[in-house]
């Protein structure tokens, strides 16, 4: 039987369809995908990601342990709470998986992709085996993104005074911990939010808060083309281990200074970078069809430079029309899919097509 | 409103309803809408053209998939359904009535005997 989160039985009272996602039964929409869409864009919703996987890191060696794991490097995080987007890296330069982590009183926490959980635990661990680190998975861990122009004030409302305060003075990419709960200001839609990590058991009753707050459910089908307009990366699509964070919009996650930390995955990528200067290595884009119809995954991109491939494809309740993550040849400058039979011309951007409810894809 | 025992389906979803001047209507089942999720698009056949009968003549799209239409019968398109162009939402709406997606002249009213009545189609779903 497929694991279920703490809410499964939330999700069924609000109408959710239930899909397999990766051995969990999660909620793809509850009624309408596009209708949830617009209500992360417009006003707030909540997603249970509760699939995803926590770990701690604690012991003396956490920051040289995940300075080795990772390529970003976790001394940018000087105070607690802070977070980090970072790519875990093989020795090939690979992306075994992308990841958030957050400085902790203890350590840190990372959190990671459900569908890859099992070898991301078994690397994890095999690296901290030369570290003096504990690597604790925290299954009993629920996990709520609450997202939407007004996400943050209908949380607020919700919460105990003292915790309001804390969370309303959060910056972007910082968290807080009120007990044992953890709230912070990140996420994967492209709007102002909160990803609150707290006790399972607390779950089904906090659900029933929020929905009484007017906040609505919004299920994973959703969740995806909200970060497909956000240009946000989706693991296992856009990129894995045979692609380096170089070929998918991921080098803002590279640390490169200071040259003398070697994470995993260093001298290959270093050996990638000497490729992209030579105009030799392809990159991620963004693409907007103007015709009708949907790009999707897997279709080819014809460019003047050689062939490319759409890694996410969909279209885009913002801006109505479809929209596309490719990988293609460096330097392209036309583009062109090829839909059933037909050339149709796309354009050229950067990945990102819409933040804080506004188009900002330019081409 | 139509009856629904006034349908006819086919294994692939799609509804035929035949009209007074031998003219039919055709569309997808509410089964189909709601597999496919939101619909974004319809791309429908050139009115005037020939269609056959399993035929692929259409496609719908949705959030999630393409999807062909394929033509429950031989005949001419005559009309399409204009509607779905600035609101294709309206196939999951209203499957059966105002989210029709063309109409044509039957060519070969024996074409009818092969499709299924309501209850056996919705038993083949169940």
Known sequence: MNKRTALYENHINANAKMVDFSGWDMPIHYGSQLMEHRVVREDCGVFDVSHMTVVDIRGQDSQIFLQKLLCNDVAKLTELGRALYSGMLNHEGGVIDDLIVYKMEEGYRMVVNCATREKDLEWIRDIADSFSVVVLERPEMSILAIHGPNSIDKVCAILAEEDAAKVKSLVNFKGVLCGDWFIARTGYTGEKGLELIFPETFAPMFWEKLMAAGIKPVGLGARDTLRLEAGMNLYGQDMDESISPLSANMEFAVAWEPTSRDFIGRSALTELKQKQADGNLPIMVGLVLEDRGVLRAGLKVITDKGEGVITSGSFSPTLNQSIALARVPQGCTQCHVELRGKLLPVLLGKPGFVRFGKKVFQS | ?126
């Open chain 2, 1 to 126: 409103m139509s009856k629904i025992d006034q349908y006819k389906f086919t294994r692939s979803h799609e509804w035929v309803r035949v009209n007074e001047d031998n003219t039919a209507t055709i569309g997808i089942s509410d089964f189909a809408q709601s597999a496919l999720g939101d619909i974004v698009f319809a791309e429908l056949p050139e009115v005037g053209s020939e269609v056959k009968a399993n035929e692929s003549v259409a496609i719908v799209e949705s959030v999630k998939a393409a999807s062909d239409i394929y033509s429950p019968l031989d005949g001419e398109v005559l009309e399409i359904n204009s509607v779905l162009g600035d609101a294709p939402e309206t196939l999951n709406e209203s499957p059966y009535e105002d989210g029709w997606l063309f109409k044509i002249a039957i060519n070969d009213v024996a074409q009818l005997e092969e499709l299924l009545n309501f209850e056996t189609y919705q038993n083949l779903y169940k």
